[in-house]
């Protein structure tokens, strides 16, 4: 027997985030790219053309909210069904009510939420319903589907992106909330656009965090003498334990704080750059954006001192796209501390800075001969690839052959330091400059008082 409602039940307040539920596809705040005029999810909702999908995206971006809509939409029964609290057992009941419904000439919308917690025998129950049209199946998962999803059940499936919210639209819900009469709009209530922000930039692009720290803190905000609720920024920052932490992403703190992060890092200070990270994570900013900063930073600062910094470093971005936050600020962590204590070299980054100079301004310079492709007779008549000489049939595996443009020769952009493994490199570097002068001396017959014969590029 289904659980009948009670008195106590039907009292209960629903929370802001439930009240504000959007029903229609115009009340979805987000995912213009998908749900705008004319866009492809859209028109496959108002044509009534659903099939299997998956949404992917993070937290708090409505993707439980959209399948909902559908189902309202397209009329169709919905059901949903958690990965977290069924087995196969209950697939298969769900999946005889779907084929009843079918019967009957209705459809039936399966919203599996966290479709990335089934294993691959539950997954694998949902194929011949999904096959055979007794269910539209929608899944939900903040893992990418490619990895978690089986490759059968994938490929029957359309996997829509969900993107986090922007600060913007997220103070679009909010000030929504606050006028709506579902949400906070029979009462009078008070707060600064700076405060809204306040609270926008906090939920770091989730929704469901948005309007739940507008609830509480509405709730817990000051009552004046005429019943208007006043809600400042100190209720803001008691009801998000965030005080001077909290700053705005695109303003000048912002960006005080990734110079200080990376000015840290330089200067082998572990200590000063943990707690750089901690403030911008912990005010709310966006993880990948600091992952790309450090990326960055393995090939500026770090370089060829230590090629494995600049693997670390993208792993540590790969791995906050993964697991997202809370749980990315370790690797965070591990990845700031790494870069810290690296030995540090800009040699690449100062090479690369020289050899652009002086491309932008020799773009007349021809590509020699010799190492031009000859891709056709005509090429080869004119003397393309004349001279070339490939370096691994050479007992040194070098050539004794010019690669850069006549007016180039002899050019050094990259000036290797001592640091960490850029010595070995450095050693090497110079090894071959010199084998090259020696050969060419050889083939030439030139002698030189000091045995050098290059001019270099200062960077």
Partial sequence: MADQPTFFISEAPQPLAARMRPQTLDEIVGQKRLLGEGKILRRLVENDAISSM???????VGKTTLAY????????????????TSGIKEIREVMQEADRNRAYGQRTILFVDEIHRFNKAQQDAFLPFVEKGSIVLIGATTENPSFEVNSALLSRCKVFVLDALTEDEIVELLTRALTSPKGFGAQKTTIAPDVLRLIATFSNGDARTALSTLEMAVLNGEQTSDGATIV????????????????????????NLISALHKSMRNSDADASLYWLARMLEAGEDPLYIARRVVRFASEDVGMADTRAL???????????????????TILAEAVVYMA?????????????????DALATL??????????AVTNLMRDVGYGKGYQYAHDMPEKI??????????????????TTEGFERNYGERYYQIREWKEAAKKRSTGEKGENGQNERVQDA
């Fill in 54 to 60: 998956i949404f992917w995206g993070p937290p708090g």
């Fill in 69 to 84: 809509v559908i189902a309202r939409l397209t009329k169709s029964k919905f059901i949903d069904f958690s990965a977290v």
């Fill in 232 to 255: 400042s920024r100190e209720t803001v920052e008691q009801c998000t334990s965030r005080k001077s932490l909290l700053y705005d992403k695109n303003g000048e703190e912002h960006y």
């Fill in 311 to 329: 693997q670390l470093a993208v792993a540590a971005f790969q791995g906050c796209q993964f697991i997202g936050m809370p749980e990315c600020t």
């Fill in 341 to 357: 204590l690296a030995p540090k070299s800009n040699a690449v980054y100062v090479g690369y800075g020289a050899a652009r100079h």
């Fill in 364 to 373: 007349s310079q021809p590509v020699p001969l010799r190492i031009r492709n």
């Fill in 399 to 416: 050539a004794d052959m010019q690669c850069l443009p006549d007016a180039m020769l002899g050019t050094q952009y990259y000036k290797p």
